[in-house]
């Protein structure tokens, strides 16, 4: 009898391209921030690029990694991939801001009087953000707050938009709007006072 040869077919897989980078992407500068991914299929090691600039805590090889970003870092990808012994997968990338992000939604009255005064508006903290700048409707003043993450306003006599936007040594965020509608005068939310004749 004839005997044929056994065969072995090999597989080689590359890593699978890694899921989203888990991290903070804005307000980075002048911290150590650290960035995560999900295991990778087939991938026994990984590699990371980061950001022109920034320099590596820990965790080189591994699906966590620590970054150190510098006072004055601007913007740049950073980047990960599985390895194995067949080589190289493909890579997943983020984009890093040294400024901070846009403030969320602003809040406080939308429907005010001209000439109203004491209305309160507030924002939640942008982080890596060190100070915020407001921009008032034409007309309005801003009593107190400047800087801050809350102000106090008088309205001014026509309807207009207020704006703020966070910043830090790294840079300025995009205004934030709130559409303000002036409704009536400030003369009349007064009660007048029933006048009693004798």
Known sequence: GSS???VKTIYSLLPAKPGAISGLTN?????????SISSVSQATSYSWTIPV??????GQGTSSL???YPLNFGSDSLRVVGINSC????????????????PPTISGAINVCAGQTGLNYTISPVYGATSYA???PTGATITNGQGTT????????ASGALKVKSSNSCGVSSNKTLALNV????????????????
């Not at 080589?87 to 846009?102: D, E, M, Y």
């Not at 809350?150 to 006599?157: D, H, L, N, Y």
Request: aromatic share 8%.
């Open 150 to 157: 809350q102000i106090v306003m008088t309205m001014g006599a």
């Open 66 to 68: 620590s970054v150190s």
């Open 4 to 6: 044929f040869p056994a």
């Open 87 to 102: 080589g190289v997968g493909s890579s997943r990338a983020v984009f890093i801001k040294g400024r901070p992000s846009t």
């Open 27 to 35: 307000g980075v500068c002048s911290s150590i921030q650290t960035y």
């Open 53 to 58: 600039g920034s320099t590596i805590v820990g």
């Open 134 to 136: 407001w921009t008032k």
């Open 183 to 198: 409704v009536c005068r400030e003369e009349e939310m007064l009660v007048e006072s029933p006048i009693t004749v004798f």
